[in-house]
Structure formats: C-alpha cells, structure tokens
C-alpha cells in the first residue's frame, strides 16, 4: 500500500510492508487533517507487538515546520456518525461528522469537516494488512 500526501509546504510518502509471511488480519488506521490556517496533521498507528513503530505522526504548522506532538491520536466513532480525533499534547480535540456514511456502511472511511479550535478537513481510515 502506497500513498502520497500532499500540503501547501510539505508531502508526505506512506509506504506498508511485511518483512515475513503473516498470519491473519492486522488492523491499521490512518489520520489525515488539513486545517485552513495552512497547518496539517497525519498519524499511522499499527497496534501490533512485533511492529517496528507501532504509530507515527507528524504535525506542520502553515510554515511547514514540525510541531512537537505525541504520537498516540485517540479516534473514536459514536452515535449519529459523529467522530472525535484526540491529540494529548499538544492537548487538541477535534470533531467532525462522516460526510461518507451512505457512501461507506462499513465505516473504513470517515471524512467531515472540523470547527473551532481548527477548522479544516479530516479524513479517518481504517484497513487491514494480511
């Protein structure tokens, strides 16, 4: 899986492999955020014990500059497709409803605008490596 992303001042290169045969279905989820102050955000997390780097994520701000951030973005679907993206440091607490939810019952695509405190555009996904 490869995928290319691009802002303003910066593009992102995401590629997955496997270095061996695997067993079974590994869940994977993806953020992608662009926010209209020119700032964007993206994080990857692979919640497996034998993964290299179980998740990671990057913040620039409207110059392009790295924005220290942890790593562990919390997402959370709930009721009336409602969704939040939680970053806890810096402390950001995002939410959007899915524009794609009579597009994709299975909810492996989420994409919704966000308010304040940073208005923009997120898109959630969640897929599997096997």
């Known amino acids: 899986m490869v995928k290319i992303i691009s802002g303003k001042k910066i593009a992102w290169f995401r590629q997955m492999w496997v270095s061996s045969p695997v067993s079974g279905k590994h869940q994977m989820s993806s953020v992608l955020c662009s926010f209209n102050n020119g700032s964007v955000l993206y994080s990857v997390t692979l919640p497996e014990s034998d993964a290299v780097r179980a998740s990671v994520a990057s913040w620039r701000d409207e110059q392009g500059k790295a924005v220290t951030m942890s790593q562990f973005l919390t997402v959370q679907g709930g009721a009336d497709n409602h969704w939040r993206i939680r970053v806890p440091a810096p402390k950001v607490d995002l939410s959007l409803d899915n524009l794609l939810d009579k597009i994709d019952i299975g909810q492996q695509r989420i994409l919704g605008f966000t308010e304040a ?14």
């Open 117 to 130: 405190p940073l208005p923009g555009i997120c898109a959630i996904s969640f897929d599997e490596i096997n």
